[in-house]
């Protein structure tokens, strides 16, 4: 008996438009772009050639003018192997970034100025990460070839060499960015901003004072805590847009829905202002402000989103209740009992804030999937039909 499979209608849109193929995988139909999958596997290496070409050029005029005959493999700034490596995969690379992101993204209906501030913080955010990935490996890598030289021609293309490396892993990330992907990096520049902010401001004892003491004036290299404010922020809203944009093609786009992204928006410049504006002289009201605003906005976010977002499972509400109780508690331990010192309040207050945030975004995602997911039910003569979850 010859078996029939019914497909919805806007299923079988996406088939005909070549998007997706549809086969058998482990006893379940699957719908995968297959397409997309040998693109992402061909793409990097396919774009890699120009800005390897460019790094070899850069790096021998470079090695050439220098006057030296041999060339350090690491250390001398800009001036040796490692130098001039992590110099072009840097800067070279966040443009190589920007341009193949913007390249497979062209379609996307955003606006201009979210479409700029996504290309910058995405590509940025990327570049940071493979710079200290870069920094960690050529520091290895000189400490086990300690002294060792090269003439500039050799020179130029084992820079370029590693620079190509760089650039592949690079257009690898920007053909394949997702929210999930976008959320890692979030957690990763904002933890790792924070501890390079607490070794390296100079006060072994800036927690006497409070947690954005990390980014006055008293503490040294102030700009990393401030920085990682601003920057996590940015990454807030591209997120944001990220999520929302694919609300807008689903049954759930309603007023309701723009209420959250609104408050997404809000914490995100409470956020950068806390960065923008340093606990200190004039700018300590707002900074004060932007703070508790951050801790407000999301009491009062909690509570509405069992009515905002009635899909929301009951592990993700009854999950919220208790952060909503733990933000109650150290408010008020701190500001009427006084248990608690205002540095572990602001450090307690920012951790649970941050991390329901991520929660919320993942919740949002799942609602997302869950209501374009397909069953599939055996019907009289063996025939199959397909439907949507929930129909």
Same mark, same amino acid.
């Given at each position: 008996m010859k078996k029939i499979i019914e497909i919805p209608d806007e299923l079988m849109?996406?088939?005909?438009?070549?998007?997706?193929? @549809? #086969?058998?995988? %482990?006893?379940?139909?699957?719908?995968?772009?297959?397409?997309?999958? $040998?693109?992402?596997?061909?793409?990097? =290496?396919?774009?890699?050639?120009?800005?390897?070409?460019?790094?070899?050029?850069?790096?021998?005029?470079?090695?050439?003018?220098?006057?030296?005959?041999?060339i350090a493999f690491t250390g001398g700034r800009y001036h040796s192997i490692a130098g001039m490596s992590m110099l072009c995969a840097t800067i070279i690379g966040f443009i190589t970034f920007i341009w193949?992101?913007?390249?497979?993204?062209?379609?996307?209906?955003?606006?201009?100025?979210?479409?700029?501030?996504?290309?910058?913080?995405?590509?940025?955010?990327?570049?940071?990460? @493979? #710079?200290?990935? %870069?920094?960690?490996?050529?520091?290895?890598?000189?400490?086990?070839? $300690?002294?060792?030289?090269?003439?500039? =021609?050799?020179?130029?293309?084992?820079?370029?060499?590693?620079?190509?490396?760089v650039f592949y892993f690079l257009i690898l990330f920007a053909v394949s960015v997702k929210i999930s992907h976008l959320i890692v990096l979030l957690f990763v520049t904002f933890i790792g901003g924070i501890f390079l902010s607490m070794a390296t401001n100079g006060q072994n004892g800036w927690w006497q004072y409070n947690f954005s003491f990390l980014g006055t004036g008293e503490a040294e290299n102030q700009w990393q805590f401030n920085f990682t404010m601003i920057f996590s922020a940015l990454m807030l809203l591209t997120i944001t847009d990220y999520l929302f944009v694919e609300f807008q093609k689903s049954k759930f786009y309603n007023f309701k829905i723009k209420v959250v992204q609104a408050f997404y928006y809000v914490i995100a410049l409470f956020i950068a202002g806390v960065g923008l504006f340093p606990a200190q002289s004039w700018t300590m009201v707002f900074h004060n402000a932007s703070a508790y605003g951050i801790v407000l906005c999301i009491i009062v976010l909690i509570p509405l989103s069992k009515y905002l977002l009635p899909q929301l499972s009951k592990e993700f509400l009854s999950m919220s209740a208790f952060v909503f109780i733990g933000l109650v508690a150290s408010a008020v331990l701190f500001l009427k009992v006084h248990y608690l010192s205002l540095t572990v309040f602001e450090i307690i207050a920012f951790a649970i804030s941050f991390s329901w945030l991520v929660m919320m975004i993942n919740a949002l995602q799942k609602m997302l999937h869950e209501s374009s997911v397909y069953s599939i039910s055996i019907l009289e003569d063996e025939e199959i039909k397909i439907q949507k979850q929930g129909e």
């Open positions: 849109h996406k088939i005909d438009q070549k998007k997706y193929k @549809i #086969f058998v995988e %482990q006893d379940q139909v699957v719908l995968k772009n297959d397409a997309k999958q $040998v693109d992402i596997q061909n793409f990097s =290496l396919h774009y890699v050639l120009i800005p390897s070409l460019l790094s070899l050029v850069i790096s021998l005029m470079t090695f050439l003018l220098s006057g030296e005959g041999q193949v992101y913007a390249k497979q993204n062209i379609a996307t209906k955003k606006r201009k100025i979210s479409r700029i501030r996504e290309l910058g913080t995405i590509g940025l955010a990327y570049t940071l990460i @493979i #710079f200290a990935v %870069q920094a960690l490996i050529w520091h290895i890598l000189g400490m086990t070839f $300690v002294g060792v030289t090269l003439d500039p =021609l050799t020179a130029s293309f084992l820079s370029a060499l590693f620079s190509a490396i």
